[in-house]
């Protein structure tokens, strides 16, 4: 069966320092992979998504980066993190495009002190 | 921007009572779907409804889409107190999008 794991579950980083998230799918190939930001009691954005192995589309300009190494990983990075990173950071796969349910993460929880 | 708003923000309601949240959107879709988040946890794909559909069910679950008025609801019927979660819509605008589109969710409270 599908997975996905997505760690670490809780990060707590100072402001200036880098940051690597990762993300893993298992029991599938070549899934649409997806990272998303909710800030606090508000809906998810859509921060990077990726079709295909180095391919990645960024919605919104900002601090962070995205990576697709590998079919089934996805990493978010930031060379020098800011206070309006802090957020909770998920990770999501879905199989081919807008026509099927999504499949999250647990999420990570990203304080920049 | 295409992002989905539900209404209401928040409800709150006794055990056994129906629960009944809204969700509109502003340009065509293909589907659209819901998702139950339970607090400082991920996202669960609760449904999902095509636009040529206009009602749909999984259990206690009723969904309907209404795209002449560009709308969904999302039915919880005999609400348990383990309902208690927020629940997002999503959506594929502009149709056929490589990613959904959430709206900011409707916290429910269900009161044992």
């Known amino acids: 069966s599908q997975t996905i794991h997505q760690w670490p579950a809780t990060l707590v980083q100072p402001v200036g320092s880098p940051l690597s998230l990762e993300c893993t799918v298992e029991g599938t190939s070549n899934p649409n992979l997806y990272w998303y930001r909710q800030a606090a009691g508000r809906g998810l954005q859509l921060l990077f998504y990726?079709?295909?192995?180095?391919?990645i589309s960024s919605e919104v300009p900002q601090n962070l980066s995205a990576s697709r190494p590998q079919d089934r990983q996805f990493i978010l990075s930031s060379k020098k993190l800011l206070l309006s990173d802090s957020g909770f950071y998920l990770c999501?796969?879905?199989?081919?495009?807008?026509?099927?349910?999504?499949?999250f993460g647990s999420g990570t929880r990203l304080t920049v002190v | 921007s295409q992002q989905g708003e539900e209404d209401p923000q928040a409800l709150s309601i006794q055990e056994g009572e129906n629960a009944t949240m809204n969700c509109s959107y502003k340009t065509s879709i293909n589907n659209l779907q819901w998702y139950r988040q339970n607090s400082g946890r991920g996202l669960v794909h609760l449904i999902l409804?095509?636009?040529?559909?206009r009602e749909k069910h999984s259990g206690r679950l009723r969904v309907t889409l209404d795209t002449s008025k560009k709308s969904s609801s999302l039915l919880i019927t005999a609400s348990r107190a383990a309902d208690t979660a927020s629940y997002f819509c999503a959506t594929d605008a502009p149709a056929g999008a490589n990613n959904l589109f959430f709206g900011t969710g409707t916290r429910l409270t269900v009161i044992p």
């Open positions: 990726s079709v295909g192995i180095g391919q």
């Open positions: 999501a796969w879905s199989v081919g495009t807008g026509g099927y349910g999504y499949t």
């Open positions: 409804i095509r636009s040529n559909e």
